[in-house]
């Protein structure tokens, strides 16, 4: 897949509005991250006791990053705030309604305390400020390079090579998706406009968890870069109103011939030498047709040719 420097990115988006200060949404609720332990989620906290700063995720993470900007951090107000959650968690508040496994080792290894639904408490000394990842058990992430996804039937994750990084994270592809959108599209967009992003985002990171034959140059499989040469994904990144519009489409499925379609995008129809009629989207494109009062179902299917939108 070609690199696609001409899509559209926040950054870009900025550049190409001439400085307008856009609208950029606060995070919301329990897929937002927003430092409060709300229902649905689990909950690091800083200090022991359930004090300090919180850090809320909706999924299972098999690496929460060790470095700003890129890592997992507590976001809430108290000790801690800003610290990256890998070996600085002392306690946690399960509300996510599975058990919960806390686990010494990246890559959901090494030794390991549960957390039922509902429960709260502090890591024992195996593993207070020495965890670097969780797993919501019931809802084992697959391993090694195949995905469990099929045409019909959403990923549960996805494998993102974290270019800057040089490592592959297995991401939950519900957040995968909701930590580009942002990215991709600009927040402060039309509603139809975020949710025909949405769908294009989720079928792209889609058709490539079942496509992808890529390996880094030390020989480890991945489905999607974290750069344009797929899409920008960025860690903590999600937005209230990117969210809705990946919540209020997540049951869409976009096919052609019953498989799932790669659903490209570009900034315009020319700013990408690429360009396929009917097969690519234009960002830009999509914010004016939704200003025009066009749906998000009708946007699609005036860009991408002969698809289904199903569930």
Not at 298 to 305: E, F, G, K, V
Request: with cysteine; net charge positive.
């Amino acid at each position: 897949m070609p690199t696609r420097t001409a899509r559209l990115t926040a950054a870009a988006a900025a550049t190409a509005l001439a400085g307008t200060a856009l609208a950029m949404a606060s995070p919301v609720s329990a897929a937002g991250r927003n430092g409060v332990c709300e229902s649905g989620e689990f909950c690091y906290y800083f200090n022991s006791d359930n004090k300090g700063s919180v850090s809320d995720f909706t999924g299972s993470v098999a690496d929460y990053g060790a470095k700003q900007p890129s890592c997992f951090d507590f976001k809430g107000a108290g000790a801690g705030k800003g610290d990256c959650v890998k070996n600085a968690a002392a306690s946690v508040w399960n509300r996510s309604g599975k058990t919960v496994r806390v686990y010494f080792n990246s890559g959901y290894g090494g030794r390991y305390q549960d957390f039922k639904a509902g429960a709260k408490g502090n890591l024992n000394s195996g593993l207070k400020n020495q965890n670097a990842s969780h797993q919501l058990l019931g809802s084992t992430p697959p391993t090694g390079c195949k995905t469990d996804g099929t045409h019909s039937r959403l990923p549960t994750t996805i494998l993102v090579y974290r270019v800057s990084l040089k490592r592959v994270d297995r991401v939950a592809f519900k957040t995968y998706v909701k930590n580009v959108l942002p990215n991709e599209w600009v927040p402060s967009w039309p509603r139809e406009s975020l949710r025909a992003g949405a769908v294009a985002v989720k079928n792209y990171g889609w058709y490539w968890a079942l496509h992808s034959t890529r390996r880094t140059s030390w020989g480890e499989c991945f489905d999607v870069y974290d750069t344009t040469s797929s899409q920008v994904y960025r860690p903590g990144s999600a937005k209230a109103s990117t969210n809705a519009a990946v919540d209020a489409t997540w049951s869409t499925r976009m096919t052609r011939g019953g498989k799932i379609l790669q659903a490209q995008y570009c900034a315009t129809t020319t700013a990408c030498g690429a360009w396929v009629d009917g097969d690519w989207m234009s960002q830009y494109g999509s914010r004016d047709k939704a200003n025009a009062g066009w749906t998000h179902s009708r946007i699609l299917t005036a860009y991408y040719r002969g698809i289904v939108l199903g569930s």
